[in-house]
């Protein structure tokens, strides 16, 4: 991917994004929107250097941006969204709660880091070469599980890739 098409895909997650707030200002979606302004170079560029054939990405709710970055499946992304059953998920994943190949999400602060340890010990455990990349935001250091995933990765040599995306929304 050169220059021009991270260019690309990073305004498309912004245009995206921005467009997803006005529908949930109109009503339109159902239950929470989180969005990732500001964070979508983190996004493209992690992403854009994965190995999306083997490698494992687990996202946050603010994951709009890394499903976009991961598989530029807009169409899936705003139909499950808006509940719909051509979403990628059938529409019952809504927007926290996306999976999509080896792109997973989940809403709650903190609770991926260690679901991602065990992922990355799997693939250590059979070899594949493959990494798990757990993106999440500064706020989420407020967890205690986001600590005992780092002292269990550490201790078992995991393949893992932490991104911290200093978003500011920290609340603790």
């Known amino acids: 991917m050169d220059l021009v098409e991270k260019f690309e895909q990073m305004t498309l997650i912004r ?4 467009r997803l707030l006005e529908l949930f200002g109109t009503g339109l979606l159902n239950g929470t929107v989180h969005t990732c302004i500001g964070q979508e170079a983190c996004a493209v560029g992690v992403v854009s250097a994965l190995d999306k054939s083997k490698d494992i990405l687990y996202s946050n709710h603010r994951g709009h941006g890394h499903y976009l970055a991961y598989c530029d499946d807009l169409k899936g992304l705003i139909a499950e969204i808006m509940g719909r059953p051509e ?86």
């Open 87 to 172: 979403g990628t998920c059938g529409g019952v994943g809504g927007s926290q709660h996306l999976q999509k190949e080896n792109f997973y999400s989940n809403g709650i602060q903190g609770a991926g880091l260690p679901v991602v340890v065990g992922m990355a010990l799997a693939e250590k455990m059979k070899g594949s070469g493959a990494i798990a990349v757990a993106f999440m935001g500064d706020g989420t250091f407020g967890e205690g599980a986001v600590y005992e995933a780092f002292n269990i990765a550490s201790l078992w040599g995991v393949p893992m890739l932490i991104v911290v995306e200093h978003n500011q929304y920290a609340q603790s």
């Open 15 to 18: 245009e995206a994004e921005t």
